[in-house]
């Protein structure tokens, strides 16, 4: 029989876990030359929004929302891997 506590707690972990990765990682982006790192809308749209000159920068918002994405997979992975350790088994 399923637990529903444990379930709900991985849940939730995993959650969290997604939240500090994609923060994390969103910290840890790559910068752009001369730029720096690449505002948050720049990097959530992969650089859709862009035109002109700035279009060459949409290599570096790719780059920065793979970053970002990894490292909330990572967190949520992370995140349901303690919360079902910590959950147990109960008998």
């Known amino acids: ?3 529903s506590n444990g379930s709900s707690m991985s849940f939730g972990l ?3 876990g997604f939240l500090l990765g994609g923060v994390i990682g969103f910290l840890l982006r790559p910068s752009a030359t001369l730029i720096g790192q690449l505002p948050f809308r720049t990097v959530i749209t992969r650089g859709a929004n862009l035109s002109g000159l700035e279009r060459l920068l949409v290599p570096t918002a790719q780059t920065s929302f793979n970053a970002m994405l990894v490292g909330a997979i990572i967190g949520a992975v992370a995140g349901v891997v ?3 350790s910590m959950g ?3 008998g």
């Open 14 to 16: 995993g959650f969290l």
């Open 1 to 3: 029989m399923a637990d």
């Open 88 to 90: 147990g088994k109960r």
């Open 82 to 84: 303690a919360g079902r």
